[in-house]
């Protein structure tokens, strides 16, 4: 039953990727669906990363030893600044490290 399932998905996500990559298929979205769907990955990657970095416990977290938010509010700052995604990733990845472990430790 659970290769099954995986087949299934697998044959899914192919198909869902297939009709809207291949250049011979008739389907064209419209300009207005596209710039609909183009916020798409941002609001995924939200309700992604919004939970870890302002909750801990179920509650919400925003006191000054929260090394999430600190992590987070400086990967803002470099990406905004440099539009440099490997600096950003390296850099606020060893300060939330530094903060993790040395810092904050309690």
Known sequence: ???LSILAM???V???R???LEPRLPLRLSPRLQRLLSY???AVLT???APIVFTHEHTLWLGQNNPYLWAAALAALLAWKTKNVLLTTVLSMTVFLFLN???FAA
């Open 1 to 3: 039953m659970i290769l």
């Open 40 to 42: 798409s990955g941002p």
């Open 14 to 16: 192919f198909v869902s």
């Open 18 to 20: 297939y009709v809207f």
């Open 101 to 103: 472990l040395v810092t």
């Open 47 to 49: 309700a992604i990363w």
């Open 10 to 12: 697998t044959a899914l």
